[in-house]
Nanobody, 123 residues
């Protein structure tokens, strides 16, 4: 059974950094693009970043471009999200997800989801 497990969330002051990890297990993710989404309180889940299988392509939401960096290590079945210059509006539950649709940004395109990890940015 395919599983995605996020880790690395926590409480950080504005301007600080966090690194999220997403560990995949239970199956092969060959050919899968993987993405990060987030959902703030009383908000809809939104796209954050996506990376292709070979990590040759990445994409970002405008709100995080230049501050967040997505990466993956396929040998370790792990994806990362380095978050710098964090702002209070980045506060949300962050989810990782996997899809066979190349570089998808819509959550409905994703087949597998993690349980989420809370990121809280204080002002």
């Amino acid at each position: 059974q395919v599983q995605l497990v996020e880790s690395g969330g926590g409480l950080v002051q504005a301007g600080g950094s966090l690194r999220l990890s997403c560990a995949a297990s239970g199956g092969t993710f060959y050919g899968y693009s993987m993405g990060w989404f987030r959902q703030g309180t009383e908000k809809e889940r939104e796209f954050v970043a996506v990376i292709s299988w070979g990590a040759g392509s990445t994409g970002y939401a405008d709100s995080v471009k230049g501050r967040f960096t997505i990466s993956r290590d396929n040998a370790k079945n792990t994806m990362y999200l380095q978050m710098n210059s964090l702002k209070p509006e980045d506060t949300a539950v962050y989810y990782c997800a996997a899809t066979l649709r190349y570089m998808a940004t819509k959550e409905t395109s994703y087949n597998y989801w993690g349980q989420g990890t809370q990121v809280t940015v204080s002002s």
